[in-house]
């Protein structure tokens, strides 16, 4: 549990692994704190699946080196998140399904992380439609990435830096990778 007196942060860097049933806001913790995991060449692996992985965490940033989610082999959910942004790639291993969820709270979720999103193994799924902003996607063979009706748009790390601006590209997939539409 994050945050019992208002706020709460999950650091996980330089190699670290959290192994965990479920990571969230602590049950008494006000709503108006803030509740954040921090990822830089940092990995969460998920124990168990059915159910809320990732809950009620207002911020998940990933560093310059980047983040994994493992969801070793079970289906979990991260919800209730605001943003997922930094300068660093997001990567979804392992067997199962992560599904990154923000409609059922009605937030509008920003994912602005400037880094790639790479699935390796089995799928990830998108919120349903938002607008994504990385630098890329890279879809192992055999994996598959769900846009759930979401839009994902191609930024130059360049362009961020000078213009604050964006350009739109195909996404490139690895055949027979999946890529579903909706």
Avoid: W
């Avoid at 965490?57 to 991260?78: C, H, S, Y």
């Avoid at 598959?144 to 994902?152: F, H, Y």
């Amino acid at each position: 549990f994050l945050g019992n007196q208002g706020s709460g942060s999950l650091y996980i860097t330089d190699g670290g692994v959290v192994s965990a049933n479920q990571i969230q806001r602590a049950l008494n913790a006000p709503s108006s704190g803030t509740y954040k995991v921090f990822l830089d060449d940092g990995k969460i692996v998920a124990k168990q699946g059915g159910g809320l992985f990732l809950a009620s965490i207002n911020n998940v940033t990933l560093g310059e080196n980047g983040g994994i989610i493992d969801t070793a082999g079970n289906n979990v959910t991260l919800e209730a998140c605001y943003s997922i942004d930094g300068t660093g790639s997001f990567t979804k291993k392992g067997d199962g399904t992560l599904t990154i969820k923000y409609d059922s709270y009605n937030i509008q979720c920003t994912y602005s992380a400037h880094g790639k999103i790479i699935v390796e193994k089995g799928t990830l799924k998108l919120p349903s439609n938002q607008t994504i902003y990385c630098e890329g996607v890279e879809v192992a063979e055999g994996a598959t990435l769900d846009r759930n009706g979401s839009e994902i748009i191609i930024v130059d790390k360049e362009m961020i830096k000078q213009k604050n601006g964006r350009s739109r590209v195909l996404i490139q997939i690895n055949t027979p990778a999946q890529l579903k539409e909706a």
